[in-house]
C-alpha cells in the first residue's frame, strides 16, 4: 500500500513542481493546467486529504481487481475442471467411437463375404438353369409316359376278371359238382332198382 501511495503523491507533486518551475522543460498540456492550478491553491493538509482520498480509492480499485481477480480464479478452476470432464467426456466417446467403428468394420466385412456368396451362387444358379431346364422337361416327359402306361395297365385289369366274378364262378362250380353227385347217386340207386328187378344193362 505504501508504494502506491508513494507513485500517486509522485504522480501529482511532479506536476506541480514543473508548474512552479517556469524553466522547466516539459510543458504542462492543458488538461492538466486547470488541476494544477487548483492544487496550488490548497494547503498541505487539504493535498493530504486529496492524497488520501486518491489513495484509498487506488485501495477501492485495487480491492476491486483483487475481487475480481478471485472470481476470475474460480472461474478458471471450474473452466479447468469443466476442461477435464470435457477431456474425460471426449476420451470416452473417443473409445465408443473405436469400438463401434471395429463393429461397423466386421459388419461390413460380413456383408462383403454374403455379397460374395450371394454373387457365386446367383453364377451357379445361371449355369445350372441350362441343365434343369432339359431335365425338367425330361421328368415331365417320363410323367407323360409313366400315365399312359398305369391307364394302359388299368384297362387291362378292367377286362380281367375280378375276385367277385372268380367267386361266383367257384360257387357255380360247387353248385354243378353237388348237381352231379346228385345225378351220380340217382342213377346208382337206379341201377340198384333195376338190378333188383332183374334188368340188366
Do not use: C
Not at 110 to 128: M, N, P
Not at 159 to 172: F, H, W
Amino acid at each position: 500500500m505504501y508504494p502506491t501511495a508513494t507513485l500517486i503523491a509522485a504522480l501529482i507533486l511532479a506536476p506541480l513542481a514543473l508548474a512552479e518551475d517556469p524553466g522547466g522543460a516539459i510543458p504542462l498540456p492543458a488538461s492538466l493546467r486547470g488541476p494544477i492550478a487548483v492544487s496550488k491553491a490548497m494547503t498541505p493538509a487539504q493535498k493530504i486529504v486529496t492524497l488520501e482520498e486518491a489513495l484509498n480509492k487506488e485501495s477501492d480499485r485495487r480491492g476491486d481487481l483483487e475481487t475480481k481477480l478471485a472470481t476470475l480464479g474460480q472461474e478458471n478452476s471450474s473452466l479447468t475442471s469443466d476442461k477435464e470432464a470435457l477431456m474425460r467426456d471426449k476420451a470416452s466417446v473417443d473409445g465408443e467411437l473405436a469400438r463401434t467403428r471395429g463393429a461397423l468394420s466386421l459388419v461390413q466385412r460380413d456383408f462383403e463375404s454374403l455379397r460374395g456368396d450371394y454373387t457365386r451362387i446367383a453364377k451357379i444358379v445361371g449355369l445350372s438353369l441350362a441343365f434343369i431346364a432339359p431335365l425338367t422337361l425330361l421328368i415331365f416327359a417320363l410323367l407323360g409316359w409313366l400315365l399312359v402306361i398305369v391307364r394302359r395297365v388299368a384297362a387291362r385289369v378292367h377286362d380281367v376278371p375280378t375276385l367277385a366274378m372268380i367267386q361266383e364262378y367257384e360257387s357255380n362250380v360247387a353248385r354243378l359238382h353237388d348237381q352231379l353227385n346228385a345225378e351220380k347217386s340217382h342213377n346208382a340207386v337206379l341201377r340198384e332198382r333195376l338190378a333188383n328187378l332183374g334188368i340188366a344193362d
